[in-house]
């Protein structure tokens, strides 16, 4: 027997084991720590964002290195080449947010996706180069960092730079979405090959060192010039170079002008608590209000958490929720008069509650906008939650889209575009019969942003967050949203807890609600659709990452969903 050592192989198996160790979920356990804390869906970005908490960073200076960090080590959703929103809670009571979300480029066009018969053309608001929004993350993450960063911003790059240029082990969970990448039946181009394939053609066994060079290339001119080595300067070049070979529109100066905003949370109360949340064009923020408002009058935790009536409840105020999504809510700049404040107020949850009958399910009323299909969301995107030292809270979500976005790499510069385009309502006037809504506020326009359904939100409780909460999911992000926070308040779990429990989705049209597979048990099913509601199944409903302050003891307490499987909460 040959008792010899392949040294490479034990290398391998050894960081495979070790990747194994660092991947353990903490399940209905949430971890603590007493200076700070980053929970997100992949272990090196965690671990890249408490490092900086550690060298005295605070959490905007953590959560600028974790975005980064992710870009390199879950390309599925982490990205340079997407858009996202951060919502800020400060120790010192102070909020704010970012929005970053992808624009229309400036030749865009309210039916660049139709064919001459009215109908969408190969597909093209989801895949290939017409799918492709200017990106906003490294200007979101830049303009954050300018104006509320404590560290060099080099230093916050330099984990990405590490990652992408040494490399790190590639996981199950990786290969899957490589796997499943490989299949999907947009086109899969020559740059995407070469950047997640090794050789160009096979995977990464689990385990296997991924290096990124030109990723890493990016990243440095990034580190360098800032927002510039993205938005110009060679990385520009090379996304402009890509557009126009293969038709896109994206020019130099749509990269040059994109600039993102900062903008006042959308503010609620919920039973003596302070919810903060994204405002348009995230339906986030104001979904999640408008649903708290109303069920601020019911005893939900008398209901019983995931009983039949109280799961009846949940359902008709998202149905209501999204029916307001749907009719008002898009880009502020092009909808001057949408209703916001109007949405989120007291007021009209007291108008909406008697509505609900407490024993029978309503049906989504659809007559004024056609009827629509269901069509099964990308759950591409990702969430992540920090806490500092100081007390200062960020939470961020951040997407491609779909999983790797439109599976368009930028050939030499090693990152993947969005197809955010696809958020838009694509046919003017008419509810598509792929899922999305007609109606005028999401419709395209040269420079404006689609309608997002990310919901980073922070709760505060007497001026401090106590809980940061966020999901990816499509439109399910705003419920597994919602049922986490009232898993906390009214069902007094921790944090792990209540992102591990159960959740369902409803979202007006198409009439149905979704039930994860498991924890629900066929009584609760049977009585729940002698309600008059139709469900059907899925296996599982986002994966929410969380973090919970208690200041009474000084204890920071972090959750990475189980549901994903290199999600990890690092603290110190
Ligand atoms: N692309 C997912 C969202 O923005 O809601």
């Known amino acids: 027997m040959n008792y010899r050592i392949n040294t490479s192989f034990f290398l391998t198996a050894l960081m495979f084991v070790f990747s194994f160790q660092l991947i353990a979920q903490s399940g209905r356990t949430p971890i603590p720590a007493k200076n700070g804390m980053v929970v997100s869906s992949h272990y090196l970005g965690s671990q890249a964002g408490k490092d900086i908490l550690a060298k005295g960073g605070n959490a905007i200076d953590a959560a600028v290195a974790t975005a980064f960090a992710l870009a390199v ?18 120790a010192d009571g102070e909020q704010t947010t970012f929005n970053f979300r992808e624009k229309a480029p400036k030749a865009a066009t309210q039916t660049m996706f139709l064919d001459d018969n009215g109908k969408i053309k190969d597909n093209s608001n989801h895949s290939g180069p017409l799918s492709v929004g200017v990106p906003g993350t490294v200007a979101g993450l830049w303009d954050a960092h300018q104006k509320m960063g404590k560290l060099p911003w080099k230093d916050l790059v330099q984990p990405a730079i590490d990652l992408a240029e040494k490399g790190f082990p590639s996981s199950w969970a990786m290969q899957g979405f490589q796997k499943r990448m490989m299949k999907a039946k947009e086109s899969v181009y020559d740059g995407t090959k070469k950047a997640f394939l090794k050789n160009g053609n096979q995977l990464y066994q689990p385990g296997e060192l991924w290096k990124q060079p030109d990723l890493a290339a990016t990243l440095k001119r990034i580190q360098k010039d800032g927002r510039d080595g993205f938005y110009k300067g060679k990385t520009a070049k090379l996304i402009t170079k890509f557009m126009q070979k293969h038709n896109g529109l994206i020019t130099k100066d749509d990269l040059a002008s994109y600039q993102p905003t900062e903008q006042k949370p959308i503010h609620g109360t919920y039973k003596g608590y302070d919810v903060y949340g994204m405002p348009p064009p995230s339906s986030g923020g104001v979904a999640i209000v408008e649903m708290l408002n109303i069920l601020e009058g019911f005893n939900l ?8 009536l109280y799961l009846h409840i949940l359902t008709e105020v998202m149905r209501a929720a999204f029916a307001d999504r749907a009719e008002h809510i898009g880009d502020p700049l092009f909808n001057p008069e949408m209703p916001v404040e109007a949405l989120i107020s007291k007021e009209y949850a007291d108008k909406i509650r008697p509505t609900i009958d407490w024993f029978k399910a309503t049906e989504s009323d659809s007559a004024k906008f056609n009827s629509v299909r269901f069509k099964e969301e990308s759950e591409e995107t990702t969430h992540f939650s920090v806490v500092d030292k100081a007390g200062n809270a960020v939470s961020l979500t951040y997407t491609l889209e779909y999983s790797y976005g439109s599976r368009i790499t930028v050939e030499g510069a090693g990152f993947l575009l969005n197809n955010e385009m696809g958020d838009f309502n694509p046919i003017p006037g008419v509810t ?7 109606t005028p506020p999401n419709l395209v326009a040269p420079e404006k942003r689609m309608l997002s359904s990310m919901s980073p939100t922070i709760v505060a409780k007497d001026g401090k967050p106590v809980l940061i909460i966020g999901s990816p999911g499509g439109r399910t992000i705003i419920n597994t949203t919602l049922q986490v926070i009232l898993n906390v308040i009214d069902h007094e779990m921790n944090v792990a807890q209540a992102i591990e429990a159960p959740r369902i989705h409803h979202q007006w049209l198409p009439d149905i609600t979704s039930f994860e597979k498991l924890g629900i048990s066929p009584d609760t099913k049977r009585m729940y659709e002698m309600m008059g509601h139709k469900i059907r199944y899925r296996s599982t409903q986002g994966r929410a990452m969380g973090i919970s302050i208690d200041h009474k003891e000084g204890v920071i307490y972090g959750a990475a969903d189980s549901r994903s499987f290199d999600g990890r909460a690092v603290g110190y």
């Open 73 to 90: 080590t879950l390309p599925s959703a982490g990205n340079l080449g997407g858009g996202g929103f951060l919502v800020y809670h400060g």
């Open 301 to 308: 935790q008398k209901l019983g958490h995931n009983s039949a």
């Open 432 to 438: 598509t019969t792929r899922g999305l809504i007609g």
